[in-house]
T-cell receptor, first 111, second 118 residues
Framework: SQQGEEDPQALSIQEGENATMNCSYKTSINNLQWYRQNSGRGLVHLIL?????REKHSGRLRVTLDTSKKSSSLLITASRAADTASYFC???????????FGTGTRLTIIP | GAVVSQHPSRVICKSGTSVKIECRSLDFQATTMFWYRQFPKQSLMLMATSNEGSKATYEQGVEKDKFLINHASLTLSTLTVTSAHPEDSSFYIC??????????????FGSGTQLSVL
């Protein structure tokens, strides 16, 4: 079944640095989304990129999608302590409304 | 933005009891809601898809008699964990798709319920 594999599993960086996390998937997708989850909380939608798009920006977030490699990356620039959270990619397949999640990256920003 | 309220946020119960978790869309109508389960430091696993006015669709391996889902209105879905056992202890999260939106391009999530079964 489709599930994204994210790497790294955990990432610790200094405040102000950029954080990059990657998501790989197995089958063709309709769109790919990134969500953030603070510890013990629900998920917050960050950004969506469609299968015919290659890059999108939203504030300090930059998402790329390479459908030939079946991979996506999320870049958070100028990280802040408040960015500390788990980040999940999630995807939908054509003809299937289900949203399946990746394994997640736990990001820690060190003040 | 759209708000999904999930209650309770935390529940501790004795083995054998049933626990009901509510998921409400506060400022929009949700024809479809999803229930996920999440173990510590792991990803979300879809349990079932709940459609207003019809039976829920369960994922493979999820016992429908164990996890009862009711979606009686456009703003409320409930998940009842029946005869809970310690292995049911987990973080349960609901999400809702806004009526009229296409596919699952943006889901709104509840804040989750941490269930601990003693």
């Amino acid at each position: 079944s489709q599930q994204g594999e994210e790497d790294p599993q955990a990432l610790s960086i200094q405040e102000g640095e950029n954080a990059t996390m990657n998501c790989s998937y197995k089958t063709s997708i309709n769109n790919l989304q990134w969500y953030r989850q603070n510890s013990g909380r629900g998920l917050v939608h960050l950004i969506l990129i469609r299968s015919n798009e290659r890059e999108k920006h939203s504030g300090r977030l930059r998402v790329t999608l390479d459908t030939s490699k079946k991979s996506s990356s999320l870049l958070i620039t100028a990280s802040r302590a408040a960015d500390t959270a788990s980040y999940f990619c999630a995807m939908t397949n054509f003809g299937n409304e289900k949203l399946t999640f990746g394994t997640g990256t736990r990001l820690t920003i060190i003040p | 933005g759209a708000v999904v309220s999930q209650h309770p946020s935390r529940v501790i119960c004795k083995s054998g009891t049933s626990v009901k978790i509510e998921c409400r869309s506060l400022d929009f109508q949700a024809t479809t809601m999803f229930w996920y389960r999440q173990f510590p430091k792991q990803s979300l696993m879809l349990m079932a898809t709940s459609n207003e006015g019809s039976k829920a669709t369960y994922e493979q391996g999820v016992e429908k008699d164990k996890f009862l889902i009711n979606h009686a209105s456009l703003t409320l879905s409930t998940l009842t964990v029946t005869s809970a056992h310690p292995e049911d202890s987990s973080f349960y999260i609901c999400s809702a798709r806004q009526f009229g939106t296409l596919s699952n391009e943006k889901l709104f999530f509840g804040s989750g319920t941490q269930l601990s079964v003693l």
